[in-house]
């Protein structure tokens, strides 16, 4: 079974047990699986929920990325898988089409801890009591996606305790935390949306990403 129809599986078996969802559940997951699957390093962008107030109905980011990349979110990615995945050159040299751009993405794997869309600041508690409700589900996708680097959007140190109960953080040297647990390295980085010029949030993700400590993970 490929990992997309596990997790189509999963998010199935997920609604079913959390009748909240229904009608309402966004998906997520790998976004091209035979281009996610020939990356040396597969890479796994974690947020909180997906920023829709005003979420009128299903949909899926696997679909959504294939077809177009919008919004400053889902640029801001692009642009630091471009790095990831070619050792950060100039970011000036990540391309603007939209139909490169959708290649870079096809080449890596998201999903948010919610799966109803919420505002533009996630509300903390909600955050916290949906990990606590769905984590069996949380950390099947992780496995199911099986990655071997996440880029955390979700900062606060607590959700990953909920998740990973014995995680160690340390400091990079560039005042991000690291850790290494169940063989998947994390950086507990910014939001994608973080209001900081791209070039800043750039360099420094490749400076923690290329540093030693890093690496001896």
Same mark, same amino acid.
């Given at each position: ?67 177009? &990349?919008?919004?400053? /979110? ?10 990831? #995945?070619? @050792? +950060?050159?100039?970011? !000036? ?76 953080? &340390?400091?990079?040297? /560039? ?10 390295? #994390?950086? @507990? +980085?910014?939001?994608? !949306? ?24």
């Amino acid at each position: 079974m490929s990992k997309t129809d596990e997790l189509n599986k999963l998010f199935e078996k997920w609604i079913k047990d959390f009748p909240v969802y229904k009608g309402k559940f966004i998906r997520d997951g790998v976004i091209n699986e035979s281009e996610y699957k020939g990356q040396s390093d597969k890479v796994l962008f974690l947020a909180k929920e997906p920023n829709d107030p005003d979420q009128e109905g299903e949909w899926d980011f696997r679909e959504w990325w294939s077809k177009e &990349i919008k919004y400053t /979110f889902s640029h801001r990615i692009c642009e630091w898988a471009y790095g990831l #995945i070619n @050792n +950060f050159p100039p970011v !000036s040299g990540c391309p603007n089409s939209n139909e490169k751009r959708k290649e870079i993405m096809a080449k890596i794997a998201f999903m948010n801890i919610k799966k109803s869309g919420g505002g533009a600041t996630a509300d903390n508690d909600v955050i916290e009591e949906t990990l606590k409700k769905e984590i069996k589900y949380i950390r099947d996708e992780i496995n199911i996606i099986s990655p071997d680097t996440i880029i955390s959007g979700i900062g606060n140190i607590n959700y990953w305790k909920l998740i990973f109960p014995h995680i160690r953080f &340390i400091n990079s040297g /560039f005042d991000i935390d690291v850790a290494k647990v169940n063989g998947f390295r #994390i950086i @507990n +980085f910014y939001h994608p !949306s973080y209001r900081v010029p791209r070039s800043m949030s750039y360099s420094l993700l490749g400076r923690i990403y290329n540093s030693e400590i890093f690496k001896n993970l």
